[in-house]
């Protein structure tokens, strides 16, 4: 299966800042990965797919981009309520899809 | 509009098998191209991506539990059916059903999920 590393496992910051969260795949999966978000007691959001295609109805102070291996998700201007649990996801040929381990964005 | 939302008991024993129902509505999934797959999420870990299921009954599940799962569909009652054998405690999880869209014909995300059932294994 393909391994998603991402960091980092969290993330203290304040509103208005910019926050920047990687996802690096062990193989080569083009631009199949998408980013979700989650918040207790709600259902999960995705915000982008194919590395860097923003969701619709996602604000666009998210964007996401690809280097090779290596996968990030920017928030331009953090939010009261972008604070949350973020995590990448690889959807590259046939499953499984596998996830990245999850970053947990707290306020500072 | 587009919904899912899943059911099942909230408590299992070790050893059992469990039964989780996903129950939808805006989309059929005798459509081409769609899909609806099952996700878990243990308390304070990662998500775990766990099966899917397309609409011409293709079924695809995860390595590890791959001998544990069956997936199915109802297309008549807009249902997808998940069950888990031999469960243990470490099963102890929020499990997700979302449906799948393919953006392009080749980009395939989860785009709409329920907001999951906890589900306990404890004797």
């Given amino acids: 299966d393909i391994q998603m590393t991402q960091s980092p496992s969290s993330l203290s910051a304040s509103v208005g800042d910019r926050v920047t969260i990687t996802c690096r795949a062990s193989q080569s ?18 915000l982008i797919y194919a590395a860097s295609s923003l969701q619709s109805g996602v604000p666009s102070r998210f964007s996401g981009s690809a280097s090779g291996t290596d996968f990030t998700l920017t928030i331009s201007s953090l939010q009261p309520e972008d604070f949350a649990t973020y995590f990448c996801q690889q959807t590259y040929n046939s499953p499984p899809y596998t996830f990245g381990q999850g970053t947990t964005l707290e306020i500072k | 509009q587009v919904t899912l939302r899943e059911s099942g008991p909230a408590l299992v024993k070790p050893t059992q098998t469990l039964t989780l129902t996903c129950t939808f509505s805006g989309f059929s999934l005798s459509t081409s191209g769609m899909c609806v797959g099952w996700i878990r999420q243990p308390p304070g870990k990662a998500l775990e991506w766990l099966a899917r299921i397309d609409w011409d009954d293709d079924k695809y599940y995860s390595t590890s539990l791959k001998t544990r799962l069956t997936i199915s569909k109802d297309t008549s009652k807009n249902q997808v059916v998940l069950t888990m054998t031999k469960m243990d405690p470490v099963d102890t999880a929020t499990y997700y ?27």
């Fill in chain 2, 97 to 123: 059903c979302a449906r799948m869209t393919w953006f392009g014909e080749l980009f395939a995300a989860f785009d709409i999920w329920g907001q999951g059932t906890m589900v306990t294994v404890s004797s």
């Fill in chain 1, 29 to 46: 999966i083009g631009s199949y990965l998408n980013w979700y978000q989650l918040k207790p007691g709600k259902a999960p959001k995705l």
